[in-house]
Structure formats: C-alpha cells, structure tokens
C-alpha cells in the first residue's frame, strides 16, 4: 500500500536585506505597507541623490515625488495601493525627481515581498523612460506628469530601440518634432545626423531636389550638385513633418526609397543607397485620405509601422503645472526679464481646452508676459484677460498684414482680437532687428523651430 509521502519541511534561508537589494543594477527600493522606506541599493542612492540613512525610514513618496502626501491621493498610478491590496506584481508610469531635483520619466515595476514571519512588502525596480537632458531639443522640453503623457513617453522610448518607420499621429501643437529627437536621441543612431523635412513649405519640383539632391545642371539654375537630406541622414534619421502633405507623385518616389534604400538625385544617371530611419509626422487622420484617394495605402502601411498618438493638451490639462512654469523659463530669457505664474493664474490656465495644444499655451503665456505688472509675477486675472481675447481672435482672426513696428510700440493694449497679434508680430519683429534678420538665431530666441517661425513671418506680412 503506497503512503502519502509527507512534504519537506521548509527551511528559512536568512538573506541579509541590504545585500538582496543591491543584487540588482538598476534603482531598487523596499517599502512596508506604511510607506516607508526599508532599503535602497547603491544605484537608487546614486541616481536620485540620497543616501540609505537619508532614505530608510521615510516615507517613499517625500524621498522619490518631493509629495507630502502618497501619490494615489493626487490622482497618479500607485503600485503600492494595488500590491498591498492583492499581493501581486504591478506596474506602472512615474515622475521621480533625480539628484539635481530635475523630473524623470519612469517606469516602476512592484514585486512582492515576503518576509521570514509572513509579513507582506514591496521590491519596488525603478526604469528610466527618459532623463531631462534626453527631452531638451534646442532649449525645448517635453514635460508632463500625467498618464496620457506618461504612457505616450513609454510608448516612444519603446519604438525607439526599433529600426522600423515611426508614424507619429497629433494634433498641431502637440510637439511632434520634440517626439522625433526622442526617438532619435534614445535609439542606436543617437550618434549620427539628424534631419527634418517640412513637407508644407516644399513644391513638388522642390522637394524632390531637397530630399534626395540634385545633379549638376538638372535644371536652370543648378550650378554644382547638391546633396539630399536623405543622403545627409545616411546612417541616421530623416523626419517627414507633415508627411500626409506630399503630393501623389512624391509619394511613389518616397515608397520607392524605403521599399528598396535607394534613389537617385534629380538630374542625376546612376542609383544612389543610403541607410536611414524616417520617423514621419501627421495631423491629418491619414487612413481617411488613403481611403479619399489621397495617400497611398502601400506609403500608408510602410510609413506606419510602429504608429504613436501623442496626446492634445486638453486631455493633460493636469501637466499646466509643470508644462506652463518651464515654458516661461525660455520666455523669460527672451524678454531679458524673471516672470512667475501664480497659483490662481495656474488654476486659469487648466480652466481652458487649447485647441493649438502646446504652442497656443506658449503663446498665451508670452501675451500674458507682455501684460503683466512691473513685479514679473502673472496673476489670474492676467491670464483670465488674455484667454478671453484669445478666444475672441480665434472667433475672428485678421488677414495677413505687413505690421509696423513703430505703430505697434506706440498703441495701447488694446482688448481686441488683433493686439494679440500685434504684440507677437511686434517681438518677432524686433528680434529680426535684433539678430539683423538671421532666422536661426530668431528661431532660437524664440525658442521654436524655423520652421514655425516661417510660417508666423508669412502670417504676419513680415521679411
């Protein structure tokens, strides 16, 4: 008669905790179920700036958030509240703040714990999605805190690590561009060139001869050769802005490149082959044109690989708090002058939907600038005043005018629709003296690309 063998007697193996958490590479912590702080290993001691006597004992949302209060209170992914509830691995999207206080993007992956009395904690693996001086592109940053802002970073650094076209879909304004450096920075080719094509301010002849580079005397005017931006990007990225833009003709030359890796300069007899990435950009719902006829469904499905939505503002009104003081840091430094926002003035800002995303609130708050007190504080009732005339001018916006400086400097702020315009017409119009019209360097000011700075020369009448 077989007998039922009796189960091995399980033996506690005592682990010495500290050493357990310095057994992993990346920011490692252990939390009890009241929020404080067991153990950090070396890297977390190191990336963030605290030591484990500074750590051990607090509570892991006044070390890591600088939050006087646990995150899940303010709204934010906790993995504490969803391990400690069921007892299993969790994960989910962070702001840590690093050792010079600057916000992290993160993912925090919770594990449970168990110690020798049964007694339930919290291996809290910390990740990197992105450091600040990976989201800086010429003075520019990408800033937010909330989930629809932290799961787009996620999905980024994701695609990122891949060799395949990248799709980015938005609105205008949601920093597309932005989004483009970050692949680029965080792939393999962080290295090498990185170039942008605006595919609105190209004509057809002329984006051909740009992209892919003209041969000597391929038409009137062509003197020497020309290298292409494709060429340029060889070993790098090539960003298509506006992609959904270029014309029937353009896109079987484009398809053609990425199906094959060659092209051939206008002009030009022999195939030339260059090794590039293209990250292209739309805010154009493209299926809807590939279904009217517009964009080819062979481009669309070659271009959109890897496809990333990036979120409109109004769906991370909660980022303001953030987003709106680092924007007007670079305000700040073109006005040659320190502008604060106040709280209630804060609290306007989230009160309005931002239909031009990012750069409409940049803008707001460079009007508000304009308007404020001789203290450099901007109170609510400032911004309350600027978004009512910003409503009024995108109800009923001018035509395109040539804007005199001295007429400008000379008026009264006005509350019409157009001293919105006049004032921003007026600073650009300055620094173009300024920088004795070097658009770069305006563009720089600005902190916006050239290319917008063309098209608000164009839509203000200015050269």
């Known amino acids: 008669m077989l007998t039922k063998s009796k189960p091995a007697a399980v033996i506690p193996v005592p682990v010495d905790l500290q050493s357990l958490v310095d057994s992993h590479e990346k920011p490692f912590v252990v939390i009890d179920n009241e929020y404080r702080i067991m153990a950090v290993n070396s890297a977390y001691e190191r990336n963030y700036g605290v030591s484990r006597e500074q750590a051990v004992g607090q509570p892991c949302y006044k070390i890591s958030h600088n939050n006087d209060a646990p995150c899940h209170e303010s709204g934010e992914d906790c993995p504490h509240v969803n391990l400690f509830e069921v007892g299993k691995r969790d994960s989910c999207l962070h702001v840590h703040h690093d050792a010079d206080h600057r916000m992290c993007q993160v993912r925090v992956t919770a594990y449970p714990l168990y110690g020798s009395s049964g007694e339930l904690f919290m291996g809290e693996l910390i990740e990197e999605i992105s450091a600040p001086e990976e989201r800086r592109v010429n003075g520019r940053r990408m800033v937010g805190r909330t989930a629809p802002f932290l799961a787009c970073m996620d999905q980024l650094k994701m695609v990122a690590s891949a060799q395949a076209p990248v799709l980015l879909q938005g609105e205008t304004g949601t920093g597309k561009e932005l989004a483009a450096n970050f692949i680029h920075n965080n792939s393999v080719r962080s290295n090498q060139p990185f170039m942008t094509v605006d595919c609105t301010t190209l004509t057809e002849p002329l984006f051909e001869a740009e992209v892919f580079g003209h041969a000597r005397g391929a038409f009137t005017g062509s003197i020497g050769e020309r290298i292409g931006m494709y060429e340029q990007a060889n070993g790098g990225t090539l960003f298509l802005d506006e992609v959904g833009?270029?014309?029937?003709?353009?896109?079987?030359?484009?398809?053609?490149?990425?199906?094959?890796?060659?092209?051939?300069?206008?002009?030009?007899?022999?195939?030339?082959?260059?090794?590039?990435?293209?990250?292209?950009?739309?805010?154009?719902?493209?299926?809807?044109?590939?279904?009217?006829?517009q964009f080819r469904e062979d481009l669309y499905y070659r271009i959109a690989c890897l496809a990333v939505r990036l979120p409109p503002l109004r769906e991370r009104l909660d980022d303001i708090g953030m987003l709106a003081p680092n924007l007007l840091e670079v305000i700040s430094r073109t006005m040659s002058r320190n502008f604060e926002l106040s709280t209630d003035a804060i609290e306007q800002l989230k009160q309005y939907d931002y239909p031009g995303n990012v750069r409409e609130l940049r803008n707001i708050l460079f009007i508000a600038a304009t308007h404020s007190s001789g203290?450099?504080?901007?109170?609510?009732?400032?911004?309350?005043?600027?978004?009512?005339?910003?409503?009024?001018?995108?109800?009923?916006?001018?035509?395109?005018?040539?804007?005199?400086?001295?007429?400008?400097?000379?008026?009264?702020?006005?509350?019409?629709?157009?001293?919105?315009?006049?004032?921003?017409?007026?600073?650009?119009?300055?620094?173009?003296?300024?920088?004795?019209?070097?658009?770069?360097?305006?563009?720089?000011?600005l902190d916006i690309s050239e290319r917008t700075l063309y098209r608000k020369l164009k839509r203000f009448g200015l050269s």
């Open 245 to 293: 833009e270029l014309p029937l003709s353009q896109q079987a030359k484009l398809l053609r490149v990425l199906e094959s890796g060659q092209y051939r300069r206008v002009g030009g007899r022999g195939s030339r082959k260059a090794d590039v990435r293209i990250v292209c950009a739309t805010n154009r719902h493209l299926w809807d044109h590939v279904k009217a006829g």
């Open 375 to 445: 203290s450099g504080e901007i109170d609510g009732e400032t911004v309350a005043r600027v978004l009512q005339l910003n409503a009024q001018s995108r109800s009923q916006v001018p035509p395109p005018r040539t804007v005199e400086v001295a007429t400008i400097a000379a008026a009264p702020a006005e509350d019409t629709a157009s001293s919105l315009h006049d004032v921003e017409a007026n600073h650009i119009s300055q620094l173009l003296q300024q920088h004795n019209n070097n658009r770069r360097k305006v563009a720089e000011a």
